[in-house]
């Protein structure tokens, strides 16, 4: 069983840019959920991906978009990048969107920089 | 809107002590989850308590959800190094359950 695999592990963007983050969901899971992480605070959920369609968002701009792909796995991207877009960027893939078996499964993170 | 507060921030423990850290929701939840975060990683799952009044036991840590499903608690007895990381709860808004954090208590072992 493999785990919950994101890309690229850092990236530097420049204000202005767009960027895309890759997530691979954990094997059989069918729900990914995309949280932002400013440095010493919790995660900020920004939206979730329930078999491809999107289940809810969080407070953030239409510039977060995001795809969910038939094998489950996902993309976030960020268009007119800004400053404060600085941050972790963490994926987490769960069996389904309720119920006692939510409990999340994170990847490790791309650190997104914006100069 | 729904608010998960944590507190405290922070706690500087000896090797040895015990840490408690406490996480505060405007309204009732359905169930709460913990998980830590060790310095440079990802958050990990530790547990789901779903039940009022629930207490849950993992080694060295104990886990309660209160009566009224608004709060919850974990104390970690005799710490110890490995236990270094930031702990954070969350709780699902509405029935999505998408879940929103605390801030995380992080717990940090005096030299």
């Known amino acids: 069983e493999t785990g919950v695999t994101q890309s690229p592990t850092h990236l530097i963007k420049t204000r202005g840019q767009q960027v895309t983050l890759r997530c691979s969901s954990q094997?059989?899971?069918?729900?990914v959920s995309w949280y932002q992480q400013a440095l010493g605070q919790g995660p900020q959920f920004i939206f979730q991906y329930y078999r491809e369609e999107e289940n809810g968002r969080g407070n953030f701009p239409p510039r977060f978009s995001g795809l969910q792909f038939p094998n489950y796995s996902s993309e976030l991207n960020v268009n007119a990048l800004e400053l404060d877009d600085s941050a972790l960027y963490l994926c987490?893939?769960?069996?389904?969107?309720?119920?006692?078996?939510?409990?999340?499964?994170f990847g490790p993170g791309t650190r997104l920089t914006v100069l | 809107g729904q608010q998960v507060m944590q507190i405290p921030q922070y706690q500087h423990v000896q090797e040895g002590e015990d840490f408690t850290t406490y996480c505060n929701s405007s309204?009732?939840?359905?169930?709460i989850q913990w998980y830590k975060q060790r310095p440079g990683g990802h958050p990990v799952f530790l547990i789901q308590l779903v039940k009022s009044g629930e207490v849950k036991k993992q080694k060295r840590l104990t886990f309660q959800f209160g009566e009224a499903k608004k709060n919850s608690s974990l104390h970690i007895t005799a710490t110890q190094t490995t236990d270094v990381g930031t702990y954070f709860c969350a709780g699902p808004v509405d029935s999505n359950y998408q879940l929103i954090w605390g801030a995380g208590t992080k717990l940090i072992i005096k030299p």
């Open positions: 309204t009732t939840l359905s169930n």
């Open positions: 094997s059989g899971h069918n729900t």
């Open positions: 987490a893939s769960s069996l389904g969107v309720g119920g006692p078996r939510n409990e999340q499964f």
